[in-house]
């Protein structure tokens, strides 16, 4: 996985490509009221099974923030804290905290966001499997599985959730590992189905997870487990 060093945090003073903060004031039973949020990308997400391994294909990264959140929870960061000026979690010795780069590596669906207006939703999904995973699909082959708001105190966005089989013969052996221009590093990680109970009772200690990949997997355990 990648090296990660030197992390530090700051308030966000220049303009972001990925979000813009904003405030929403309205009157609610004739009270004003006011809320604030983020605009963000909607996403797309793909759940792929190997039919010949019998294994879920999923992508390992590093996630900064739940590596800072780590970071902060280390520095002893309580509830009333998160409102503070976000900055670099200190330790008793007065330096930066350093915990494991696996402490911020998420095991997840392979995703990607909702950034081209000529793309279909499946035909994002594509590229990002091929980008991510190294899987040539055609996206008439994606089965859609739900869609749902995300982050629903946050942004508002939506995402969208597919399915797909694949085999070895969907491989292209030149592509996965993640974008090299938009600084991904992603490893593929093939998941035995027979494994698939570890998904859903995680712990604080575990792995993290994306909340995502838990309802996929109940999904495939409701819908496609029963027929294998």
């Known amino acids: 996985m990648a090296l990660i060093e030197n992390v530090e945090v700051s308030a966000l003073t220049e303009k972001s490509n990925f979000i813009t903060p904003f405030r929403i004031h309205y009157r609610k039973n004739g009270v004003n ?3 604030d949020g983020v605009k963000a990308h909607n996403g797309v997400l793909i759940l ?7 294994c879920f294909v999923f992508v390992k990264q590093f996630r900064p923030v739940v590596y800072y959140a ?10 009333a804290s998160v409102a503070s ?9 007065g330096k930066p905290i350093v915990l494991p780069t696996s402490l911020g590596e998420t095991l997840e669906l392979c995703a990607g966001i909702v950034d081209k207006a000529d793309k279909s939703l499946e035909e994002i999904a594509s590229i990002e499997l091929h980008e991510e995973c190294g899987y040539r699909v055609d996206p008439s082959r994606l089965r859609k599985i739900t869609t749902v708001s995300a982050s629903v105190g946050l942004s ?33 990680v093939y998941w035995p189905i027979t494994r698939s109970e570890e998904l859903l009772t995680l712990t604080e200690t575990s792995t993290p997870v994306s909340s995502y990949t838990v ?11 029963p027929n294998l």
């Open 70 to 79: 780590k970071l902060r929870k280390q520095e002893g960061e309580n509830a």
């Open 33 to 35: 009221r006011i809320w």
């Open 48 to 54: 792929l099974y190997h039919r010949e391994r019998k």
């Open 215 to 225: 309802l996929a997997v109940m999904w495939f355990q409701l819908n496609i487990l």
């Open 85 to 93: 000026a976000p900055h670099t979690p200190i330790g008793t010795d």
């Open 156 to 188: 508002g966005t939506t995402a969208t959730v597919f399915y797909v089989e694949v085999d070895d013969s969907d491989i292209d052996p030149s592509a996965g590992g993640g974008n090299p221009e938009e600084g991904e590093v992603i490893e593929v």
